[in-house]
Structure formats: structure tokens, C-alpha cells
């Protein structure tokens, strides 16, 4: 498992934001896959990389110290020494908003087809069931837009 997968999305976003921001300070490279730096926040954390063995990752800010988690710090380090990882991690992001976005509209395009098969009968049953399974402010906000 790689640094981004063991990480919160949170923890993602906001690692990235700290390496746009150029909070990590003091990247230092100790081999191929560890590196050290101080990361700008609150105060300043030590980060210990270890892209090898994530869990072996440290760093000293509350979330994280004495804990197997990968906090943003770790992430900012991470993406500080690999920029191309903040790349992909963006462009898979963007794939995947993409992605959703197609899928809802593939879904509403068959929704919108199948109301337009239905007599005005068939779509009052659709509606009432909305009504009596969905949650109460569509009914709500049906009698408020059209009885008054
Ligand atoms: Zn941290």
C-alpha cells in the first residue's frame, strides 16, 4: 500500500495544499525511498518519510505522533519529494469527478426517459410513493410551492 492509498481523503487534500503552499521546509533525502523535513503549520513538525514502508512514516504534530497514521505533513513530505505524485493524485481526482459526473448524467438521461413512457395516471403513483417513502420536505415543499 502506497503513502495516498493508507491516507485519509482529508489528510490528502489538505498535504497537497501544504506542498502547493511550500510548507515543507528542509527536505532532506537520506536514501532512494526516505527523506526528512519540517513542515510548516501550526507549529513545526518533524517528518520522517518512508515511501518504502509507509507505516513506518513519523511525524510529531498531535494527529500523528506515536500513531501508524499518515497524517497531511506526511503527505506534503511525499509529494515535496515526488512532485510528480501530486500530479497523478490531482489528475486522478479530477478523472474521477469525471467519472461520477458522466455516470448522474447517464442516469438522469435514463430516469428523464422512462417519465416520458408514463401516462399522467403512472406518474401520480410514482409521485404519491416519493410522498409516502421519501423524506417529508418533498411533500412539504410540494404543498407549500402549489396548494398555497
Ligand atoms: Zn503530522
Not at 18 to 23: C, D, I, R, V
Not at 42 to 52: A, C, G, W
Not at 64 to 69: F, L, S, T, W, Y
Not at 72 to 80: D, E, G, L, N
Amino acid at each position: 500500500m502506497g503513502i495516498i492509498s493508507l491516507a485519509s481523503g482529508n489528510s490528502c487534500w489538505r498535504g497537497l495544499d501544504y506542498y502547493k503552499s511550500k510548507k515543507v521546509t528542509k527536505l532532506n533525502k537520506i536514501n532512494e525511498n526516505e527523506y526528512l523535513s519540517v513542515v510548516k503549520g501550526t507549529k513545526n513538525y518533524n517528518v520522517h518519510l518512508d515511501i518504502e514502508h509507509p507505516r513506518k512514516c513519523t511525524c510529531d504534530c498531535p494527529l500523528a505522533n506515536g500513531k501508524r497514521i499518515i497524517c497531511k505533513h506526511i503527505v506534503a513530505t511525499y509529494f515535496s519529494a515526488i512532485p510528480e505524485e501530486a500530479t497523478n493524485f490531482e489528475e486522478e481526482q479530477i478523472r474521477l469527478q469525471e467519472e461520477f459526473e458522466k455516470e448522474q448524467e447517464n442516469e438522469y438521461n435514463e430516469v428523464i426517459k422512462c417519465l416520458n413512457k408514463m401516462s399522467k395516471q403512472e406518474l401520480i403513483g410514482e409521485i404519491i410513493q416519493v410522498f409516502d417513502y421519501g423524506p417529508e420536505w418533498i411533500y412539504n415543499d410540494f404543498v407549500k410551492r402549489n396548494l398555497y
